[in-house]
């Protein structure tokens, strides 16, 4: 049964830090994982898809790796923003069928 | 981009009255659509996932006599809670994928309280 963690649940930062998130899955037989970004009170918004095949993905100031082998992703943020404070998921795709499991999420605070 | 409407954002309604929440897939024909449920400050929790055409696989523990779910057409699903009571209140997601190599899209949620 795929089980995905992220750590830290929190985080606090000051402006302009770069930061790292993490996700680990226990199930290595993934389609893709994707990251999210949740505002309170809001939908998911997609930051970031990486295909099994792939090692990393970048899209502005986030890059996302991932390493099937060893089960982990990490999300990192670079020169962090006010803005870029919200709640960030990890969702692992198992090959097995159309089921995703969620993360529980890192709440990130980042400090003007 | 693929893009997933759903609405309403926020319902209140009286307690043993049903409420309907739609999710729509704009721009995309979605094979599969997905119903969450999100208690405050936790992920989401997967209620069901919705085929065209085909009756809802609901997850272990979620009602379905409670949570109606259609999938009538390739952009549309809706849930129905019914007979609502206020410990059915809370943040409803959908999320539609057209293909797994896409990933998925998610509507802006509905936050539902029951009073």
């Known amino acids: 049964k795929q089980e995905v963690t992220q750590i830290p649940a929190a985080l606090s930062v000051p402006e302009g830090e770069n930061l790292v998130l993490n996700c680990s899955f226990t199930d290595s037989a993934i389609y893709n994982l994707q990251w999210f970004r949740q505002d309170p009170g809001k939908g998911l918004t997609s930051l970031l898809l990486i295909q099994s095949s792939q090692r990393e993905q970048t899209s502005g100031r986030l890059n996302a790796s991932l390493d099937k082998s060893s089960g982990r992703s990490t999300l990192y943020i670079a020169a962090s923003q006010p803005g870029d404070s919200a709640t960030y998921l990890c969702a692992a795709f198992n090959t097995g069928g159309f089921k995703t499991i969620f993360g529980a999420g890192t709440r990130l605070f980042v400090k003007a | 981009g693929a893009v997933v409407s759903q609405h309403p954002s926020r319902v209140i309604c009286k307690s043993g009255t049903s409420v309907k929440i739609e999710c729509r897939s704009l721009?995309?024909?979605?094979?599969?659509m997905f119903w969450y449920r999100q208690f405050p400050k936790q992920s989401l929790m997967l209620m069901a996932t919705?085929?065209?055409?085909?009756?809802?696989?609901?997850e272990q523990g979620v009602e379905k006599d409670k949570f109606l779910i259609n999938h009538a057409s390739l952009t549309l699903s809706t849930l129905t809670v019914t007979s609502a009571h206020p410990e059915d209140s809370s943040f409803y997601i959908c999320?539609?994928?057209?293909?797994?190599?896409?990933?998925?899209?998610f509507g802006s949620g509905t936050r539902l309280t029951v009073v």
């Open positions: 721009d995309f024909q979605a094979t599969t």
């Open positions: 999320s539609a994928i057209r293909d797994r190599e896409f990933g998925y899209t």
């Open positions: 919705s085929n065209e055409g085909s009756k809802a696989t609901y």
